[in-house]
Nanobody
């Protein structure tokens, strides 16, 4: 079993930066892939970043490329999402997710473990 706990959300102004963190507990993560998704009111979950626990290239969709960065700290068992130049349309609940396997999928149905989410609200 893997437990995920997000933190770092809040109310920020447009143009600001924010760093979200996901604390991970549970089993050996060496075969796992981690991802961040977001969900705006009335919409489905949107993939915004993914990385393999053992390294390699991260996956960032074109819609947020250049503003979103995913990183991991293997020693601390955390994964972070840094968001720069925040826009009102970035307002959403941001979720950390994990799946066993080394393929980064953008489909949320591929991920077995989810955190509770952290709210990010961007004011204009």
């Amino acid at each position: 079993q893997v437990q995920l706990l997000e933190s770092g959300g809040g109310l920020v102004q447009a143009g600001a930066s924010l760093r979200l963190a996901c604390a991970i507990s549970g089993r050996d993560l060496s075969s796992y892939t981690m991802a961040w998704f977001r969900q705006s009111f009335g919409k489905g979950r949107e993939f915004v970043a993914g990385t393999r626990w053992t390294g390699g290239s991260a996956a960032i969709p074109d819609s947020v490329k250049g503003r979103f960065t995913i990183s991991r700290d293997n020693a601390k068992n955390t994964v972070a999402l840094e968001i720069n130049s925040l826009k009102p349309e970035d307002t959403a609940v941001y979720y950390c997710a994990a799946r066993q396997g080394r393929t980064i999928f953008s489909d949320d149905g591929r991920y077995e473990y989810w955190g509770q989410g952290t709210q990010v609200t961007v004011s204009s």
